[in-house]
């Protein structure tokens, strides 16, 4: 079993930025992925690491403003998110894929997830 708790979302607004954390326990060498879900809207991927953190992802809406990264020492993976847009408001949540060397866009990869941490970037 994997858990992960989500924490650093909050009120933004557009060009601002946010570091969203996942805390990760209970089995090592994971993957993580991060997805977002805003109203009345699927799920989709937001960005993906692999177990080293020396392989990403990211979905072409946020490439070259967000940025994923992880400290294994401290069992954290974070998404930080830079030049934030209103379309970026969203429930963000962590996953965790046991097959910590690949990099997934799929959510159907993710058999564990956190709760959620809201997004929110005003205009």
């Known amino acids: 079993q994997v858990q992960l708790v989500e924490s650093g979302g909050g009120l933004v607004q557009a060009g601002g930025s946010l570091r969203l954390s996942c805390a990760t326990s209970?089995?090592?060498?994971?993957?993580v992925g991060w997805f977002r879900q805003a109203p009345g809207k699927e799920r989709e991927f937001v960005a993906a690491?692999?177990?080293?953190?020396?392989?990403?992802s990211y979905a072409d809406s946020v490439s070259g403003r967000f940025t994923i990264s992880r400290d294994n020492a401290k069992n954290t993976v974070y998404l930080q998110m830079n030049s934030l847009k209103p379309e970026d408001t969203a429930a963000y949540y962590c996953?965790?894929?046991?097959?910590?060397?690949?990099?997934?866009?799929?959510?159907?990869?993710?058999?564990?997830w956190g709760q959620g941490t809201q997004v929110t970037v005003s205009s």
């Open positions: 996953a965790a894929n046991r097959r910590g060397g690949v990099v997934a866009g799929s959510q159907y990869e993710y058999p564990y």
């Open positions: 690491i692999n177990w080293s953190g020396d392989s990403s």
């Open positions: 209970g089995r090592p060498f994971i993957a």
